[in-house]
C-alpha cells in the first residue's frame, strides 16, 4: 500500500531516535512493567513507540473502563492530565502517574467549577453533562460525565424538562443537541485542533477522494454545518472509527480527527487506505508523551496524580453515571 508523506505523517518513531534505540527503550518499558505490576494505557492520539507500549490503546470511554477493571498496583496513563485524574477517581487505591507533567489540554481549561456553580445557582434543578475532557473539579460539579461515543445516548437517558448545561465543548455539544432534539445550553468551549478542521476541508477532501468514506469526529468545527450536505457523512469517535472501517467494505477513508489515530487504523486494518482530512491537526499536549518518558516515569515512579476528597468521590459519581449509561453491549 503506497501512502503519501503527508498520510503517513503522524505514524513516525520519535524524532532523534534510531530503530535500535527505540528498541531498547521499549525493551525496558516492558520490563518496568513486570517489576512494578502496571498497566501502560495509551489514548490513540499518542504517538506509535508509545502506542506500541501500551497494554490498552483506544478512545477516553474505553480507557476509562480499563483503568476501572485493571488489578495492576500502578496504572501508566499515556495521555493528558484530565484522563489520568479519570483514572485516580475511578481507581482511588492504585498508583496513577502521567509520563508528562506538563501534558494538560487547553479545551478542559475552558470550564471551572466555578463556572458551573453560577450556572447551578441560576438554574436550580438545572442538569450539567461535562465531556471527559474536563478536570476533576468540574467533574465534581456535574451530573454525569460522557464522552464523545455515548454523549447521546447520556442525554437521552436524562429526565426531561430540566435544563441542561453541555460543557465544555461546542460543537460536541450542538452535535449531540441535534441528535437528541433535546434543549442544551451550550458551553462555549472547542478543541483547537478540531475546531481547526473546517467544512471547506471537508470538501476539498471529498473532492479528490471521491469514492473515500468519510468519518468524522463530533469535535470538529464542520460537524453541525455539514450533517444535512452530506448524508455520507460518518460521525464517530475514534475507537468507532477502528471498528467501523474494521467492518466497511470501503477500501479508503477520509478521517477527520487528531491524525495520531492514523496510526490505530492502520494497524488495525492494514489492508486499507486512511486519508487524513488535515495532515497538521496535531494536539501539541498529546505529543507531550514520550516513549523515554514513559519508561522514566516507570523507573523513577514520576508525575502521580491524586484527586482529593471530597472532590474525588463526588466526581466519581458523575463518571459512574456516565458508564452505567454506556455498558458494553454482550
Known amino acids: 500500500m503506497n501512502r503519501s508523506a503527508a498520510e503517513t505523517g503522524a505514524e513516525r518513531e520519535a524524532p532523534g531516535l534510531s530503530p535500535l534505540e527505540s528498541r531498547r527503550l521499549l525493551d525496558e518499558v516492558l520490563q518496568l512493567k513486570c517489576d512494578r505490576n502496571a498497566v501502560v494505557l495509551a489514548h490513540n492520539y499518542q504517538t506509535p513507540d508509545v502506542q506500541q507500549a501500551a497494554d490498552y490503546v483506544g478512545d477516553s470511554l474505553g480507557l476509562a473502563r480499563q483503568a476501572a477493571a485493571s488489578d495492576a498496583d500502578v496504572i501508566v496513563f499515556c495521555g493528558v492530565h484530565f484522563m489520568a485524574e479519570s483514572a485516580a477517581i475511578l481507581s482511588p487505591d492504585k498508583t496513577v502517574l502521567l509520563p508528562s507533567a506538563d501534558a494538560g489540554c487547553s479545551l478542559a481549561e475552558m470550564v471551572d467549577g466555578d463556572d458551573l456553580r453560577q450556572w447551578k445557582e441560576n438554574n436550580p434543578g438545572g442538569i450539567v453533562v461535562s465531556y471527559v475532557n474536563t478536570s476533576a473539579e468540574v467533574k465534581a460539579e456535574s451530573h454525569v460525565c460522557c464522552t464523545s461515543s455515548n454523549a447521546v445516548d447520556v442525554v437521552n437517558a436524562l429526565p426531561e424538562g430540566r435544563p441542561i448545561l453541555f ?151 458523575a463518571l459512574e453515571r456516565m458508564l452505567a449509561v454506556s455498558q458494553p453491549a454482550h
Open 167 to 317: 460543557v465544555p465543548d461546542m460543537f460536541l455539544g450542538a452535535y449531540v443537541r441535534e441528535k437528541t432534539g433535546r434543549k442544551i445550553e451550550l458551553w462555549l468551549g472547542e478543541c483547537h485542533v478540531h475546531a481547526g478542521i473546517r467544512n471547506s476541508d471537508i470538501e476539498r477532501a471529498a473532492k479528490n477522494h471521491p469514492d473515500a468514506e468519510l468519518m468524522v469526529h463530533p469535535e470538529c468545527g464542520c460537524t453541525t454545518g455539514i450533517m444535512s450536505q452530506r448524508p455520507d457523512l460518518l460521525l464517530l469517535s475514534t475507537s468507532q472509527m477502528v471498528d467501523h472501517a474494521r467492518r466497511s467494505t470501503a477500501d479508503s477513508f477520509l478521517v477527520a480527527t487528531e491524525v495520531g489515530i492514523l496510526h490505530q487504523l492502520s494497524t488495525q486494518v492494514p489492508d486499507k487506505r486512511f486519508i487524513p482530512i488535515r495532515a497538521d491537526a496535531v494536539c501539541p499536549y498529546m505529543r507531550m508523551t514520550t516513549l523515554a518518558g514513559v519508561r522514566d516515569c516507570l523507573a523513577g515512579m514520576r508525575h502521580r496524580v491524586t484527586v482529593p476528597e471530597p472532590v474525588r468521590s463526588r466526581a466519581c459519581e
